[in-house]
């Protein structure tokens, strides 16, 4: 399994257009702080990718990976489709930046397929320019993406019933957020991406114990940021993502793994912005990395 770390940033990015806190601040005056919104991309066993969330900076986070470049024919294109964890702007704007492709396929749970059809109208708007075929994520099992039994298989576990703000009054279904697991039956690996935590129920635990590699939502360092910061009144639990830190928090949930742990989904208030932050030492002691813009995780 070859993964592509695309982006590791909360909703925003950072910086964030109109923000000028110390983390927005500081990645413009040091552009090596920037970090695009929070996506992978993973390659399926016979050479073909899917993101994993579209983003605002889709186009962006293609240009910048030449394995991910068109080509050789003038409008051929290696990304066969995108694969969703939640139905959040920030995981799902980029959708309709794809509309130039001949067709591609978007698998998402229920809740957030209804989402994208029945509020965003993401169906009606596109078909007149690509087209658009509608995956489910399978929540148990496995979908093989290419279709073959020995290509990369796909699970979406739900984790909690969070939905976008647009969607605010839709029914409840513990689906609208998942942890995606990618299983390569080729090699045996696994990989855990959940990059919105409101909660860590037990089938999270126990997929984070079988897996070779766990990447989390990492959105804040502890549950008063949010509140310390300014820019909620709610605190991370709150909105919808477990703290790094503290009691509850997932630091003490990922320590005793033995899969390779990262932190993505980070806000432009999170300390660990700072490559300075002593919060940086805090995690490398409990073998815990924060994810970069560019690694390449080969589990
Ligand atoms: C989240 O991660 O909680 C959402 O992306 C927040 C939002 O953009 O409204
Ligand atoms: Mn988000
Ligand atoms: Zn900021």
């Not at 962006?60 to 694969?83: C, F, K, M, N, S």
């Not at 087209?131 to 093989?144: H, I, K, Q, Y």
Request: proline fraction near 8%; glycine fraction near 10%.
């Amino acid at each position: 399994m070859l993964l592509l770390v695309l982006g590791t940033a909360a909703g925003g990015g950072i910086p964030q257009w109109n923000c000028a806190c110390p983390g927005c601040s500081g990645a413009r005056a040091h552009p090596h702080r920037r970090r695009r919104h929070a996506s992978l991309a993973v390659r399926t066993g016979e050479g073909r990718w899917y993101v994993v969330n579209a983003t605002p900076d889709i186009g962006d986070q293609i240009e910048e990976r030449p394995e991910l470049h068109p080509g050789p024919g003038p409008r051929q294109t290696h990304l066969a489709g995108v694969i969703l964890t939640d139905a959040e702007l920030d995981h799902t704007l980029g959708i309709a930046r794809l509309r130039e492709a001949d067709g591609f396929q978007v698998l998402a749970t229920a809740p957030v397929r209804q989402a994208l059809l029945d509020r965003r109208r993401l169906g009606e708007v596109l078909a007149p320019y690509t087209d658009v075929t509608w995956r489910e994520l399978p929540e148990r099992g496995a979908e093989s993406l290419d279709g073959t039994s020995s290509g990369l298989q796909v699970s979406g576990i739900p984790v909690s019933g969070k939905r976008p703000r647009y969607a605010a009054d839709a029914p409840d279904d513990d689906a609208w957020v998942v942890a995606l697991r990618l299983y390569d039956p080729s090699s045996g690996a696994s990989v855990l991406y959940a990059p919105a935590l409101a909660a860590w129920p037990d089938r999270l635990q126990q997929a984070a114990a079988e897996a070779d590699c766990v990447i989390v939502d990492g959105t804040f360092w502890d549950d008063e940021e949010p509140r310390r910061t300014g820019i909620s009144s709610r605190t991370a639990t709150g909105m919808g993502h477990l703290p790094i830190d503290g009691p509850g928090g997932t630091a003490e949930r990922l320590a005793p793994l033995s899969a390779r742990c990262l932190y993505t989904h980070l806000n432009n208030t999170n300390p660990l912005v700072d490559p300075a932050a002593p919060q940086h030492k805090r995690l490398a002691r409990l073998g815990i990395e924060v994810a970069h813009d560019g690694m390449v995780i080969e589990p």
